[in-house]
């Protein structure tokens, strides 16, 4: 479907805009946070209730329209953009309502978390989720939602209670435990395949302040770091967790100068037990290894929640590789050592976050999130502002994946995945795979939602037939 096929101008009854390419707003509008990605819509429509969604989900199967969804933008592989059709935008419904007596909250599908952290702060509790504030809290919810608290709480999903959602023949329905039990399962952590998520249901959790920061080694350090963290890590308390990562020192501020622009390893931990502890947690750890940097400190959840929104600035180029880790053995750290030694700018980096804990207390088929006896999720992320050294970072992820990936556990993380086809989305989803396309086969059985990490209905080929 080429844009000068549709109709024009393209007409739906709505409440909120409706950009258009001739629209002076456009290319402002179709920016997403990866600047790697350049789609070109037939037109954008900023939702500003459920009635819009519902209206522009029909508009764009009437008429055949290639739809895109679009909550915070975040999508590596820019999946909330599509060229020639409709991306339908979420970022008007912004709306968050904290039950204190129930102790939940509910989010509606445009917000980011740093909006919901915002809101939640000022009630004594959070939601587990991410690292990065301006990431778009419907996206990274239904690709599973791991964080800094995943070893605590568990992933997003775990903690949520139930969704609206508009399905493709534009309906709307309220999906839970008890409610589309079958939709239920498989929004929690299948992607955008299967509806438009227009509000979430969250159980929150009393935690408002914690612990927490980076402890940087040099990079001369990091085999024995790696080593000792790949089991200390599996038996830590819950309450602990920490994120391994490769990085270049930033320059600037709280970072010393004698620092600025080298590559080193770390840690960021955040422990959210009980304050007068926290020292003592950390102790024996500042003895065995003891860091070149220590930033840890008492610190409000929302100041964690954004401490590394400048390390993921809008606009720039990203390329993302993600795997599932079991094991972290020596010759898997000689190859994590290789590509730490080369990374191809200051933003680039890996990370591996830890997934056991409290997400791996939960049962393997009770979501669609299928690596819950993994120990870490593994994200590459090539990232620079200048837009001819694109294809450095690009090749620099790839080929570092592309050594890591027999040391993995399979498949990887929706959330930190390209566009990289139907076989690694098989491999992401493993034994649930098949159930997932029974339920897309039932909700959405011609694929009007397949600008994502697809998931194809029985019977759905690539040209729509």
């Known amino acids: 479907m080429l844009v000068d096929e549709i109709a024009s101008p393209i007409t739906m009854d709505l409440r909120g805009r409706l950009i258009e390419?001739?629209?002076p707003d456009y290319d402002a509008s179709r920016r997403v946070h990866n600047a790697m990605i350049d789609k070109r819509p037939a037109a954008i429509a900023y939702c500003a209730d459920d009635a819009d969604v519902m209206a522009a989900v029909n508009y764009a199967r009437e008429h055949n329209l290639l739809v895109a969804v679009r909550g915070g933008g975040h999508s590596g592989a820019g999946l909330g953009l599509c060229d020639d059709g409709l991306v339908i935008d979420l970022s008007q419904l912004n709306g968050i309502h904290v039950d204190p007596v129930d102790k939940t909250v509910r989010v509606e599908g445009g917000c980011h978390l740093g909006d919901l952290d915002h809101v939640t702060h000022a009630f004594g509790v959070m939601v587990p989720s991410g690292i990065i504030s301006t990431t778009g809290v419907g996206g990274i919810t239904l690709g599973g939602g791991m964080g800094h608290f995943t070893r605590r709480c568990g992933l997003s999903i775990d903690n949520l209670l139930e969704a609206d959602v508009v399905l493709a023949d534009g309906s709307m329905v309220k999906a839970s435990e008890t409610k589309h039990a079958d939709l239920f399962w498989a929004l929690r952590g299948g992607g955008g395949n299967f509806g438009i998520v227009t509000s979430f249901l969250f159980r929150s959790h009393p935690i408002s302040t914690v612990y927490a920061g980076p402890m940087l080694w040099e990079l001369s350090d990091a085999k024995p770091v790696m080593q000792w963290y790949r089991t200390f890590i599996k038996d830590a308390p819950e309450e602990l967790g920490g994120f391994f990562a490769?990085?270049?020192?930033?320059?600037g501020p709280?970072?010393?100068?004698?620092?600025?622009?080298k590559k080193m390893c770390g840690i960021v931990w955040n422990y959210s037990?009980?304050?007068d502890m926290a020292e003592q947690v950390f102790a024996p750890i500042r003895r065995a290894w003891p860091p070149a940097l220590d930033l840890l400190g008492t610190l409000p959840v929302p100041a964690l929640q954004s401490m590394f929104d400048g390390l993921t600035p809008p606009h720039i180029h990203y390329y993302w590789k993600a795997d599932f880790i079991n094991e972290l053995s020596d010759e898997a750290i000689d190859i994590h050592l290789h590509f730490a030694q080369i990374l191809p700018s200051p933003l680039s980096t890996m990370h591996l976050y830890p997934i056991n804990g409290a997400a791996a207390r939960v049962a393997p088929d009770a979501t669609a999130w299928a690596y819950r006896n993994a120990t870490w999720s593994m994200v590459i992320l090539g990232a620079e502002a200048e837009p001819t050294r694109a294809a450095v970072i690009t090749r620099w992820a790839k080929e570092y994946w592309e050594a890591m990936h027999p040391h993995s556990a399979g498949g990887g993380y929706i959330n930190f995945m390209m566009d990289e086809g139907t076989d690694r989305v098989k491999a992401t989803y493993g034994p649930h795979y098949e159930r997932l396309v029974?339920?897309?086969?039932?909700y959405d059985p011609?694929?009007?939602f397949r600008v994502n990490q697809n998931i194809p209905p029985t019977g759905y080929h690539m040209n729509g037939e």
């Not at 490769?246 to 320059?251: D, N």
């Not at 709280?254 to 622009?261: A, I, M, S, Y």
């Open 438 to 442: 029974a339920i897309k086969t039932a």
């Open 21 to 23: 390419p001739h629209h």
């Open 273 to 275: 037990g009980p304050a």
């Open 246 to 251: 490769f990085l270049t020192v930033p320059a």
């Open 254 to 261: 709280p970072f010393p100068e004698h620092l600025h622009g």
């Open 446 to 448: 011609h694929n009007l």
